[in-house]
């Protein structure tokens, strides 16, 4: 430590630097993505004096290796002197002065901190930069959440929209509550939610037809739909259901119902493999897969129009995000 006087940095961001021979504990304060030292400190650490260190700041200024200004900083800091807690404004130096100073004066300690500092440094960096990116996201998304919530009540309110268009902000706002989860995961390892669960089987290709075929019948007894609807863009529906059926080195692509049924609204909605009625036929085919599954879920018909909607509204590059949240909507509460 330093003799009697022990500085620290209240309030600040904080490592503790320690020797390889354990002699020397120094808190290195961090702030403007670097390492900030006393002229105390930096002594402690290539074991010299302070004089010695002040002796070889001001040849490094003078020469004109770092600048002054650039690398001197003052940091409020409380020391102990005696028994009493001072508060002091000391002058610290950041790592281009420190290291300059190790080499001069210590040159195997002034690679070893410049090694420790560099490496703690980034963590430090990364680190932080991961808080601050989850935080701004975390606010974003509470922002978003009270928009859609003034605007859905704005739609009910003034009856602007009918049930289909007031369900639309529903979802979103439902779904709001799952996003901050979804902010602590990486995209790539992110794991089902509580609630899913594993497939009992494929979505047969001769029912699904059946069931388009039925589908058509009734609506166009209804005068609801033309004699385009349901007719097969080749075998793009055949492609479709097997895509979701596909394996990776023997294991499932997607491994749980909700995430099947959420690819099959998806994939039927936008990439058209019928010649008309696709957003009505992929909801057909997608309850029909919930029923084969025995699921149950809190889409009512206005909801799933709507879910449906935006799908079909939506860029390619938000597929991901439309998928989870589909299966967000379809996975069970937690008990």
Do not use: C
Not at 38 to 67: I, K, S, W, Y
Not at 231 to 242: E, F, S, T
């Amino acid at each position: 430590m330093i003799g009697e006087a022990q500085e620290t940095a209240p309030g600040g961001e904080v490592a503790v630097y320690e020797s390889g021979d354990g002699e020397v504990r120094v808190d290195v304060r961090f702030d403007g993505e670097t390492v900030w030292l006393t002229q105390r400190q930096m002594a402690e650490v290539f074991d010299t004096t302070p004089e010695n260190v002040l002796m070889h700041l001001r040849n490094v200024f003078a020469g004109g290796e770092v600048e002054a200004e650039a690398t001197t900083k003052e940091f409020l800091a409380v020391r102990t002197e005696g028994r009493r807690r001072v508060r002091r404004r000391l002058k610290h130096y950041n790592l281009d002065a420190i290291v300059s100073v190790g080499y001069r004066v210590n040159s195997r300690r002034g690679v070893r901190f410049r090694e420790w500092a560099t490496r703690t440094l980034r963590d430090h960096l990364v680190r932080g930069y991961t808080v601050n990116e989850r935080r701004l996201a975390e606010r974003g998304l509470r922002e978003a959440r009270e928009t859609l919530d003034l605007l859905g009540r704005t739609l009910r309110n003034q009856a602007l929209v009918d049930e289909t268009g007031q369900a639309v902000p529903e979802i979103i706002t439902a779904y709001a509550d799952t996003w901050r989860l979804l902010l602590e995961y990486d995209e790539d390892r992110l794991p089902a939610p509580p609630g899913t669960g594993p497939s009992a089987g494929v979505l047969d290709h001769d029912r699904a037809a059946g069931a388009i075929a039925g589908f058509k019948r009734e609506l166009m007894a209804r005068n609801e739909a033309s004699p385009l609807f349901g007719n097969p863009r080749g075998d793009a529906l055949a492609a479709i259901l097997g895509n979701i059926e596909q394996t990776m080195f023997g294991e499932p692509l997607y491994r749980t119902r909700e995430e099947k049924a959420a690819h099959l609204l998806y994939f039927v909605v936008k990439d058209h493999p019928f010649t008309d009625g696709n957003k009505r036929i992929g909801s057909l085919l997608f309850l029909l897969y919930l029923q084969q599954e025995g699921m149950d879920h809190r889409l009512n018909p206005q909801a799933l129009t709507a879910l449906t909607l935006l799908i079909a509204e939506s860029a390619p590059a938000g597929k991901d995000l439309m998928v989870r949240l589909i299966v967000n909507l379809l996975a069970r509460p937690a008990e």
